[in-house]
Every structure is written in C-alpha cells, then in structure tokens.
C-alpha cells in the first residue's frame, strides 16, 4: 500500500518501505499515458490516478509514483467521496 506521507530527514526524502535514502532523481514517466487504478472508489468506480512522475529505491527496488498538480487537485475535489475497494 502507498504511505500517504513521506519520509523526509532535513532536504533528503527516504524510501517509505524501507527508510533508505539512495533515491533515483525524480523523473517524469515519459509520453505514455500511464495510469494507476488506486485500491478506492468514488460512487461504485475505481478511481484511476494519472502518474506524472516517479523515483525507485536503490535499496529495496520500491517504486514512488506521483501525481501532478491538476490530477491531485482532481483527486482531493473527490476526497471525502472515497471509499475502501472491498474486494
């Protein structure tokens, strides 16, 4: 599951998994229209998410996906709609 907080210790942000510090650079996903089907629902649909950008953890291999701003202001206008994908 995505932590919904970071780890960050001073100006180094940590791997949320495993709380190491030897991050990738931030990099954009590229021209591809990449998408994540989140684990909630807003009105009995999945949620997808547009991912803008990531870092992988050299240490355990954990991906971080990050949105933009339009889509985490999408995302937040629907917020207390969320709930729980109950599978």
Do not use: H
Not at 50 to 57: A, F, H, L, V, Y
Request: proline letters at 5%; a positive charge; charged letters at 25%.
């Amino acid at each position: 599951m995505f932590s919904t907080t970071q780890s960050v210790k001073g100006d180094q942000m940590q791997c949320p998994i495993c709380a190491g510090s030897r991050l990738s650079p931030e990099t954009e996903t590229g021209p591809y229209n990449t998408a994540f089907r989140s684990g909630f629902r807003v009105g009995g649909k999945l949620k997808t998410v547009q991912i803008d950008r990531g870092r992988i953890c050299r240490d355990c291999g954990y991906v971080l996906l990050f949105v933009g701003r339009g889509e985490l202001s999408r995302l937040d206008s629907s917020w207390e709609e969320l709930e729980p994908n109950e599978r």
